[in-house]
């Protein structure tokens, strides 16, 4: 099972982006997906989680700008990003909770990091 995180780049302040998350390989079932961050010099943060049914948590920093959605028939996770801010700076990874066969418990994954950059 592989995660791929795409969607970063170079914003101005006050921009947006969409991340998606997107997965691959034997899956039979995800639970919960989210997106984290990294700063430079600083530890990981969760940003957003949601659950299978689609209820959404969000990290105080980020209520009201960010949005966390997935497309269960894709198993595709995304983050959408917008009146973002420098401090939003970071690289963010998706997470997954995934079940790959029905008689396995579930197991955590992680997509590769993919840089946001909020810069005038």
């Known amino acids: 099972v592989q995660l791929q995180a795409s969607g970063g780049g170079l914003v101005q302040p006050g921009g947006s982006l969409r991340l998606s998350c997107a997965t691959s390989g034997r899956i039979f079932r995800i639970d919960a997906m989210a997106w984290y961050r990294q700063a430079p010099g600083k530890q990981r943060e969760l940003v957003a989680t949601?659950?299978?049914?689609?209820?959404?948590n969000y990290a105080d920093s980020v209520k009201g700008r960010f949005t966390i959605s997935r497309d269960n028939a894709k198993n595709t996770a995304y983050l959408q990003m917008n009146s973002l801010k420098p401090e939003d700076t970071a690289a963010y990874y998706c997470?997954?909770?995934?079940?790959?066969?029905?008689?396995?418990?579930?197991?955590?994954?992680w997509g590769q990091g993919t840089l946001v950059t909020v810069s005038s």
């Open positions: 997470y997954a909770a995934i079940r790959v066969r029905v008689s396995s418990p579930f197991a955590d994954y």
């Open positions: 949601i659950t299978s049914s689609g209820s959404a």
